[in-house]
C-alpha cells in the first residue's frame, strides 16, 4: 500500500456493519483484519452504526446523506483522496452504488 509507505494517514469508513444475512459479525472482523494487514491505526478503521445506511444488496441509499457523512469526516480529517466503488460497485449492490453517487453529489 504505497500511500503508507510515504507517509500518509489513510481512514477507512464503513457505512453499513454488513448485517445482510447476518453476517455483521464475519464483515467487523473483516474490517479489522484488513486494516492490520494495511498496518492503519485501529482508530483510523470504524464501521457506522445505525439505520441510517441499512445493509442490503437491494437498497439504494440518500446520495445527500452519503454526501453529508463523507463531508463531515473529510472536514474533521483533513483527507484529500477519496477511493471507493465505481457506479456498478460489486455484483451490482444498490449500498455499493450509493457510495459511489454520493460521492459524485459531494
Not at 494487514?37 to 437491494?58: H, K, Y
Not at 463531515?72 to 444498490?94: A, E, P
Request: glycine content about 8%.
Amino acid at each position: 500500500f504505497g500511500l503508507i509507505d510515504r507517509g500518509h494517514q489513510p481512514h477507512l469508513i464503513v457505512f453499513s456493519p454488513g448485517n445482510f444475512e447476518g453476517l455483521g459479525a464475519v464483515r467487523r472482523e473483516e474490517m479489522n483484519e484488513c486494516c492490520k494487514r494495511l498496518t492503519m491505526d485501529s482508530s483510523n478503521c470504524f464501521i457506522l452504526e445505525g439505520n441510517q445506511f441499512v445493509d442490503d444488496p437491494q437498497s439504494l441509499w440518500k446520495k445527500e446523506n452519503v454526501s453529508r457523512i463523507v463531508e463531515d469526516y473529510l472536514r474533521q480529517w483533513q483527507i484529500d483522496l477519496l477511493i471507493t466503488f465505481d457506479q456498478q460497485g460489486i455484483s451490482g449492490h444498490l449500498n455499493h452504488r450509493s457510495l459511489f453517487y454520493g460521492l459524485q453529489f459531494f
